[in-house]
């Protein structure tokens, strides 16, 4: 005997007019500055137009100071380049709504220690303006983790054929 499923209703997730204006003129500054990844926001040729705080701790920079930078001088060649030209490429097309998919680079604190981050990038427009929108996130805890990973994988491979190994002498006997 099979059981009918029932159908479940779905609410719709429009968000209303005045909803959105409240977000955008009370909440959303509190949120950006409360996120903890860098956020950059840029024109469409990547000239930082504002950042958050955590432009300090990621950059080495005060949130005043990297204002009118090229937000790709800070990743090493040839990433920043093949960044700078998907980006410029992308900004044509503001109206998708399609983020380009985050991609690991090598980002240049303004002291010259390099670390390992993620990058997204979403285009949008503020105030009838092309826009592109940076979120780079430290990625050093994610990439000891997968280290940690592929080192177990590897012990347990060993641990594996050792186990085969012994089974078949086993058998044998």
């Given at each position: 005997?099979v059981?009918?499923?029932?159908?479940l209703?779905?609410?719709?997730t429009?968000?209303?007019?005045?909803?959105?204006s409240a977000?955008?003129?009370?909440?959303?500054?509190?949120?950006?500055?409360?996120?903890?990844?860098?956020?950059?926001?840029?024109?469409?040729?990547?000239?930082?137009?504002?950042?958050?705080?955590?432009?300090?701790?990621?950059?080495?920079?005060?949130?005043e100071?990297?204002?009118?930078?090229?937000?790709?001088?800070?990743?090493?060649?040839?990433h920043?380049?093949?960044?700078?030209?998907?980006?410029?490429?992308?900004?044509?097309?503001?109206?998708?709504?399609?983020?380009?998919?985050?991609?690991?680079?090598?980002?240049?604190?303004?002291?010259?220690?390099?670390?390992?981050?993620?990058?997204?990038?979403?285009?949008?427009?503020?105030?009838?303006k092309?826009?592109?929108?940076?979120?780079?996130?430290?990625?050093?805890?994610?990439?000891?983790?997968?280290?940690?990973?592929?080192?177990?994988?590897?012990e347990?491979?060993?641990?594996?054929?050792?186990?085969?190994?012994?089974?078949?002498?086993?058998?044998?006997d």
């Amino acid at each position: 005997m099979v059981k009918k499923r029932k159908k479940l209703k779905t609410r719709s997730t429009t968000v209303k007019k005045p909803v959105a204006s409240a977000l955008n003129e009370k909440w959303l500054p509190s949120i950006f500055q409360a996120i903890h990844d860098l956020i950059l926001i840029c024109d469409s040729e990547g000239k930082i137009l504002s950042s958050n705080h955590s432009t300090h701790s990621f950059l080495g920079y005060s949130s005043e100071e990297v204002l009118g930078f090229e937000i790709f001088n800070f990743f090493t060649a040839p990433h920043a380049e093949i960044l700078r030209s998907e980006c410029r490429s992308e900004a044509n097309y503001v109206n998708s709504s399609k983020p380009m998919a985050p991609r690991r680079l090598l980002c240049q604190h303004k002291n010259g220690t390099l670390s390992p981050v993620s990058v997204a990038v979403s285009k949008t427009e503020i105030q009838r303006k092309s826009r592109m929108i940076f979120v780079i996130r430290d990625i050093i805890q994610v990439l000891h983790a997968e280290h940690e990973l592929e080192r177990e994988s590897l012990e347990l491979s060993k641990s594996n054929r050792d186990l085969q190994r012994f089974s078949a002498v086993v058998a044998h006997d």
